[in-house]
């Protein structure tokens, strides 16, 4: 029997009772094995499991864009689902749509509501996603700011939802906004914040954070940028991830960084097909119309304006940007689509096509990838 127990104890009867006593007082959650209630997040060289524990503090998984934040994430809710704690995920971006044993509200036409949000988090069992795909930009913190202490008492309340995952926290808690420590609560034990720039997120709400994993040959960079961003030393002598390696930092326990293989997730993780089709991409990333005179400033904020704009055009402005191969340069460094980029790069170099043709062509490239989305 003692070799199945968690804890064993060398007192018996009253002392075995005070001994567990001063146990919690000094440990407290920390007394229960990681692999009963935590999280596993990866396997280090040495194929020492890790764990991720709500009680140690919240986590910031960081990291260039494409390096697999999204797939990181994905693989943690469905290890959450195993032990049965409830999350709820925060998307800007609608990643995460489709995930298993979860409830989205919201998509990229109709913003979520949030006594709908709430109503689903208080039924037991219930995984919900928020979705503000649909909102703008400057939206996006305002209701995160609103919502977010109603979560808060919900959780202080009967404990769930027992994870938070916030994607894009640069969105939602972005590092221009004074207002954020009125909105945070004091403590955020099981918080996940998912970014590219931790720069650009909170200082108040990195400095909750305990762990760090960060992701992609900048990985040592990342950690640099969140310890800069809250004010600590950077750690020195951290080693650079190899392939399917990400650097992970436990700096709540008082570790060095150190590489892990991260779990992968048995569903596939949707990549922002949504968000390139009917979105909201920033300023920087849409494209622009202008034609050879830079006489126009037509703005493609997602793939169905684009094909819209396109049809509309004038030939010698279609011309113009077909030639240049700006089409499909969009498409491989916005887009992330290499597929449709060389496609679209085929029709961009054939000079025998007729503007009406070349149109036809790329439409119907992009039409078959991104119109008709699974839902």
């Known amino acids: 029997m003692k070799e199945t127990t968690d804890i064993r104890l060398s007192g018996d009867h009253g ?4 001994e567990l006593m001063e146990m919690i007082c000094r440990e407290d959650a920390r007394i229960i094995p990681p692999e009963r209630h935590g999280i596993l997040i990866g396997e280090e ?4 499991k890790v764990y991720l524990e709500s009680h140690r503090g919240s986590v910031l998984i960081a990291g260039s864009s494409e390096v697999g934040k999204s797939t990181l994430a994905t693989a943690l809710t469905e290890g959450m689902v195993e032990k049965q704690f409830e ?4 998307d800007p971006e609608g990643d995460y749509d489709e995930l298993a044993d979860a409830v989205s509200i919201g998509d990229a036409e109709s913003p979520p509501n949030p006594d709908e949000v709430l109503k689903l988090l208080r039924k037991v069992g219930a995984n919900v996603v928020v979705n503000t795909q649909a909102l703008q930009m400057p939206e996006r913190p305002l209701f995160f ?3 977010l202490p109603q979560i808060s008492a919900l959780r202080a309340r009967n404990g769930r939802p027992h994870w938070l995952l916030i994607d894009e926290a640069h969105h939602l808690l972005p590092a221009s906004r004074e207002d954020v420590a009125k909105v945070l609560p004091e403590e955020i034990p099981a918080a996940v914040f998912i970014t590219v720039h931790p720069e650009a997120v909170s200082p108040n709400a990195l400095k909750t954070v305990e762990t760090v994993i960060a992701l992609g040959e900048g990985a040592r960079d990342t950690i640099a940028a969140f310890c800069q961003a809250v004010g600590i030393k950077t750690p020195t002598g951290m080693p650079g991830p190899g392939e399917d390696e990400v650097l992970l930092w436990a700096r709540g326990v008082g570790q060095s960084p150190r590489l892990m293989k991260p779990v992968r997730p048995r569903q596939a993780h949707r990549r922002h ?3 390139y089709a009917k979105g909201e991409l920033g300023e920087d990333l849409s494209f622009y119309f202008r034609g050879p005179d830079n006489a126009l400033n037509l703005r493609a904020q997602n793939l169905m304006l684009f094909l819209q704009i ?3 055009v004038d030939d010698r402005t279609w011309e113009h940007h077909l030639r240049a191969g700006d089409y499909s340069s969009w498409f491989r460094r916005v887009i992330k689509n290499d597929e449709l980029a060389r496609e679209a790069a085929e029709v961009e ?3 025998s096509l007729q503007p009406r043709e070349s149109r036809k062509r790329i439409s119907d490239a992009v039409s078959r990838r991104y119109t008709t989305p699974a839902r």
């Not at 002392?15 to 005070?18: C, L, T, Y």
């Not at 999350?87 to 925060?90: A, D, N, V």
């Open 45 to 48: 060289q040495d194929k020492k």
């Open 349 to 351: 170099i054939d000079r």
């Open 273 to 275: 097909t949504r968000k």
């Open 145 to 147: 700011a609103k919502l």
């Open 87 to 90: 999350f709820c995920i925060f």
């Open 15 to 18: 002392a075995g009772v005070i």
């Open 310 to 312: 396109a049809q509309g």
